[in-house]
């Protein structure tokens, strides 16, 4: 990951919000045509090569995995069900695999109910870039999380792709404190599992609603709408045809003599 400086972190910031008060909503290019003929039976998602998460976040996973009991009340059934199928996780990607397996689920969840069609489809999430809160954007900016994103949807049985993003798209994350910069905000956001937890449900959660935005047809921004190209939707296959002669064929055959 290329390390940015807090005053360049802190100009993104400001551009990003600047950005984000005046984009235009128009609607998503993914069209009912495609969601008739589709239904969306899986997720993947995965962190760029070279794209890591903190080695702080990978040891709150591990320490999760190593004591659920003192997590799922909190974080609801989706990481009950990572810690039980991730048992003895203790490798150094427990951050990536969190944050991947949080955004197939709720993509997932989101997304499937508007597919009604009866062909098998596949989104694929690939996320590129990602930025953690850190001491020093804190003093200076305030709380800074950020996740940008690619994904393609594609005929799971085809492999067509039906549509994709052209450039990765950064959806604005809720901050998960209500602090803002100083040693004020440092100390109000707090640290530990918990929040580093909370970090990455924010991470997927925007991803996942941004999305679900996309592939439900619904309102996006202009400057994320320039991003996607749609392709049209592939002829369903043609049924098999028998090499075998009809009946009609067999009656009417001229017989060898």
């Known amino acids: 990951m290329i390390m940015q400086t807090p005053l360049k972190l802190a100009a ?11 984009a235009s909503k128009v609607q998503s ?48 059934s989706r990481l009950a ?5 991730h048992p003895g996780l203790s490798d150094d990607a427990g951050g990536e695999r969190m944050l991947g397996f949080l955004i197939e689920e709720e993509a997932q969840a989101l997304a499937q109910g508007h597919f009604d069609g009866q062909r098998p489809a596949r989104l694929e999430v690939e996320v590129t870039s990602t930025t953690f809160p850190n001491a020093a954007t804190m003093m200076l900016v305030g709380e ?5 994103f690619d994904f393609t949807l594609v005929d799971a049985v085809t492999g067509d792709v039906l549509a994709e993003s052209t450039q990765p798209i950064s959806p604005f994350v809720n901050r998960s404190a209500g602090a803002g910069g100083g040693l004020l905000g440092l100390a109000l956001r707090g640290g530990g599992d918990t929040r580093h937890l909370m970090d990455l449900q924010a991470m997927a959660s925007a991803t996942s609603a941004m999305l679900n935005d996309i592939l439900s047809g619904g309102e996006i921004d202009q400057f994320v709408n320039n991003r996607i190209t749609v392709n049209p939707v592939p002829d369903a296959a043609a049924p098999a045809v028998s090499s075998a002669p009809d009946a009609a064929d067999e009656q009417t055959a001229p017989v060898s003599r």
């Open 12 to 22: 993104i910031g400001v551009l990003a919000l600047f950005a984000t008060a005046c």
């Open 144 to 148: 800074v999380i950020a996740i940008a």
């Open 81 to 85: 069900e990572f810690v039980e199928d």
């Open 29 to 76: 290019p993914v069209g009912a045509d495609i969601r008739s003929a589709y239904a969306l039976v899986e997720t993947r998602a995965a962190l760029t090569e070279g794209e890591t998460v903190p080695d702080r976040y990978d040891r709150s996973v591990s320490d999760m995995v190593a004591d659920p009991d003192a997590f799922t009340n909190d974080h609801g």
